[in-house]
């Protein structure tokens, strides 16, 4: 099987913030991310077009229709389609469509959007050129992508991935490298067949070369995992060592 499909069957068994009721999903997904709704222009979308990438159980999409956004929650499985679908029909939004989208292939026309939103999407796509320049194509003049990727140059990877895994569970000397390591245990689900690790001046350059202007970037979530814990916030963690980087780039 290749890694695509290896991808692609990880995901098909993994929609994000599924497992419960939609009331008990979104106090976890945003107590988790609480920096979400500052970095991202949930509060200034009313009567804009969003596009998200990846919505898995359709979340932000969610927060994007409740402030009078017209929204299109996009997955590239069947399975987050199917179930951000319901529950979008459940909780009767009428300003949501939820349709099936592969980031590498957007299946719409040029200059679409006002906000494309891919949370946490792009580092796990390979072929990432195509996909940041498919979004590039669909925004409109002036408008803005808002993206998170995962920080190389931060706490979580050094500490919990690195040395509680590497090194204190033994996983170099069975020969899996930083790349495997930073894969396998990147997802709360361990496993995940593919994921890229990002620093600023990479996130930077990324957006750059693919076309995107005005490119703003910020570290957000001050959290490690223990071997028994995830997602455990530091409160006096230096900022430049939070797990995420949130970029905002302009068309």
Not at 59 to 86: P, R
């Amino acid at each position: 099987m290749g890694i695509n499909k290896q991808i692609e069957k990880y995901w098909k068994n993994r929609v994000l913030f599924s497992w419960g009721k939609y009331e008990k999903m979104k106090e976890l997904r945003y107590r988790i991310n609480h920096y979400i709704h500052e970095r991202y222009p949930i509060y200034d979308c009313k009567d804009k077009k969003v596009l998200e990438i990846g919505c898995g159980g359709g979340l932000d999409s969610i927060e994007y229709a409740k402030n009078g956004a017209q929204v299109w929650a996009t997955d590239f499985t069947d399975e987050a389609v199917e179930f951000t679908t319901n529950r979008v029909k459940k909780l009767n939004f009428d300003n949501i469509r939820v349709e099936k989208v592969d980031v590498r292939n957007i299946s719409y026309k040029d200059n679409s959007f006002d906000i494309v939103h891919v949370y946490g999407i792009l580092h796990h796509i390979i072929e990432v050129n195509d996909a940041v320049k498919e979004i590039l194509r669909v925004l409109k003049p002036g408008g803005s992508m808002y993206a998170m990727f995962y920080n190389k140059n931060s706490l979580l990877y050094y500490h919990s991935i690195m040395y509680l895994r590497g090194v204190v569970e033994g996983e170099f000397e069975k020969g899996l490298t930083e790349e495997d390591l930073m894969s396998k245990y990147s997802e709360a689900k361990f496993g995940c067949p593919y994921t890229k690790i990002y620093t600023e001046d990479e996130v930077k350059e990324l957006c750059k070369l693919t076309g995107f202007r005005q490119i703003e970037t910020h570290i957000d979530a001050p959290h490690i995992d223990t071997l028994e814990t995830r997602k455990v916030e530091i409160s006096n963690l230096p900022k430049n060592m939070g797990w995420h980087i949130t970029v905002k780039a302009m068309k």
